[in-house]
C-alpha cells in the first residue's frame, strides 16, 4: 500500500505498524508500504556501525518501503531484506537502464557520478537499509535515493526518476513483495511431515 508520510525518521519501523495501517486487511505472510519522503535519521537508528560512528541517514527525496513480516527469526530477517533488495536493484536497473551490484544489502547503481563532496565516482549506493527481528517479527526499511542532496555522502547515488517512474516503482516492488511472501508462506504449507 502506498501511503502519505512527511518523512522517515526511522520511528517507523520500532514497533510494529501493520495493524495500524492494514487493520483488517492485515495479511499472516507479510504486509509492506512505501512512500515518498525525504530520510533523516539520527535519534532512532537502528544500525551499532552507524551509532558508532556517529553516522547519521539522509536523502533530501527518497521512496521508502517498511516492511513486516511475522515468524521470522534475525537470520531471516536479514536473508530476506538481502533477497527483497536484490530484487528492488533488479527493479531499479530496469527503471532506470542502469547496471546494478549488491554489496552486503547495499544496492550500488554502476555509472559514473559527482557525489555530493564533488568527487567523482564509478559506482554509488542507491539505498539505505535496515532489518531486525523482536517477539518473532521482522521489520525492515530500505530507502532509494531520487535525489540523495547535499547533506548525502559523497557514495550517494541519486535515481533522479521521475514522478511517474517513482509511482510505477514503488507498485512494482509492492507486488513483487506481496507475491514473495505469500508464495514463501504457501510453501511452508506444504511440507510432508
Given at each position: 500500500m502506498i501511503i502519505d508520510q512527511q518523512v522517515y525518521d526511522g520511528d517507523f519501523i520500532h514497533e510494529r505498524f501493520a495493524y495500524k495501517v492494514f487493520r483488517k486487511e492485515v495479511t499472516p505472510y507479510g504486509n509492506?508500504?512505501?512512500?515518498?519522503?525525504?530520510?533523516?535519521?539520527k535519534d532512532n537508528l537502528i544500525d551499532l556501525?552507524?551509532?558508532?560512528?556517529?553516522?547519521?541517514?539522509?536523502?533530501?527525496?527518497?521512496?521508502?518501503?517498511?516492511?513486516?513480516?511475522?515468524?521470522?527469526?534475525?537470520?531471516?530477517?536479514?536473508?530476506?531484506?538481502?533477497?527483497?533488495?536484490?530484487t528492488i536493484g533488479s527493479?531499479?536497473?530496469?527503471?532506470?537502464?542502469?547496471?546494478?551490484?549488491?554489496?552486503?544489502d547495499d544496492i550500488m547503481v554502476v555509472d559514473e557520478f559527482k557525489g555530493s563532496d564533488d568527487k567523482i565516482r564509478e559506482k554509488g549506493k542507491v539505498s539505505v537499509s535496515i532489518t531486525y527481528s523482536k517477539d518473532n517479527v521482522a521489520l525492515g526499511h530500505?530507502?532509494?535515493n531520487i535525489k540523495a542532496g547535499k547533506k548525502a555522502p559523497g557514495f550517494a547515488y541519486s535515481t533522479n526518476m521521475s514522478d511517474d517512474v517513482v509511482e510505477q516503482f514503488m507498485q512494482a516492488v509492492i507486488d513483487v513483495f506481496e507475491s514473495e511472501v505469500k508464495d514463501e508462506w504457501l510453501a511452508t504449507t506444504k511440507i510432508i511431515v
Open positions: 509492506i508500504v512505501a512512500f515518498r519522503a525525504p530520510m533523516f535519521v556501525e552507524d551509532t558508532l560512528s556517529n553516522d547519521y541517514i539522509y536523502s533530501e527525496d527518497a521512496i521508502n518501503f517498511c516492511w513486516e513480516i511475522p515468524n521470522l527469526c534475525p537470520f531471516g530477517a536479514v536473508s530476506f531484506q538481502r533477497l527483497l533488495n536484490t527493479i531499479i536497473s530496469q527503471a532506470t537502464g542502469k547496471d546494478i551490484s549488491m554489496e552486503g530500505t530507502g532509494i
